[in-house]
């Protein structure tokens, strides 16, 4: 039943590989500790008291609030799924209520710190330096995922209005737009790309010509990040939280980086708005005489 959940996510509700992958994981360490704890095999013995147990062996066992949410998540879905197929008359999720957590602020990168890394990127030459360049600038000037980035093909760009079409989450295409001068270091980029090694649908390749993969993007970006930042996590994802950021910082409405974002509801987006509210307070406490 657990592989005809995890095909209905994919194909019907089409989920990114990436959920796929940590509803499987999830649901896999559910069934190992039914099978250790209960030696229960048939999901229709599972009942709330069990599931309460689960949550409590995950927490004594290290799991933040945060991580056992996402996977009750996991389990809220496949007990509907299960409801649905008629596999079970009762949903004992119903009976079971996420765990509470403090809110974790996006990291990000500031202004000047993110500039100065740009600038000293801007003298690079050769493919590996010019690619390096792109993707960080992709990063920043976009606010997509690796996910997204790494399926980019030259196609993608529309040079004409400026924009870039990107494949998201479920398969929901979006429009980013870029700017003049961004739009000519790719340009640029490209050129050289297509003088190493030729005509390539491939937005971004490897040293050696061959598709671009997570991990390699993921080194780049940390690698780089690392000249210029202390933060702990130094992930493509930051950059997204960074071009996110720094775009209510100067005034961007919610809803327009929400759309940028690719998120479905503004719920997702307002995260971003904790990081300008405390810089207002900072600005506040330095400028306000009674502060």
Sequence with gaps: MKDRFLAYIQYEKRYSPHTV????????????????????????????????????????????????????????????????????????????????????????????????????????????????????????????????????????????????????????????????????????????KEKTFGLVPELFLTDSGGKIYPKLIYLIVRDHLTSVTTLDRKSPHILRHTFATHLLNNGAELNAVKELLGHANLAAAQVYTHNTIEKLKKIYKQAHPRA
């Design 21 to 192: 992958t940590a509803y499987r994981i999830d649901l896999d360490q559910f069934f190992a500790f039914l099978s250790v704890q209960y030696q229960i095999t048939e999901i229709r013995d599972v009942d709330h008291p069990v599931i309460r147990s689960w949550l409590v062996y995950l927490i004594e066992h290290g799991d933040s609030p945060r991580s056992v949410n996402r996977k009750l998540t996991s389990l809220k879905s496949f007990y509907r799924f299960l409801l649905k197929e008629g596999v079970v008359e009762i949903n004992p999720m119903r009976r079971i209520v996420s765990l509470r957590s403090s809110k974790r602020l996006p990291e990000f990168v500031e202004t000047e710190k993110m500039s100065a890394l740009i600038e000293k990127m801007e003298t690079v030459e050769g493919f590996p330096g010019l690619r390096n360049r792109m993707i960080l600038e992709m990063f920043y000037n976009t606010g997509m995922r690796l996910s997204e980035l790494v399926r980019l093909k030259d196609a993608d760009i529309d040079f004409h209005s400026n924009t870039i079409k990107v494949l998201g989450k479920r398969n929901k295409e979006r429009l980013i737009p870029f700017t003049r001068k961004f739009g000519i270091s790719l340009k640029a980029y490209i050129s050289e």
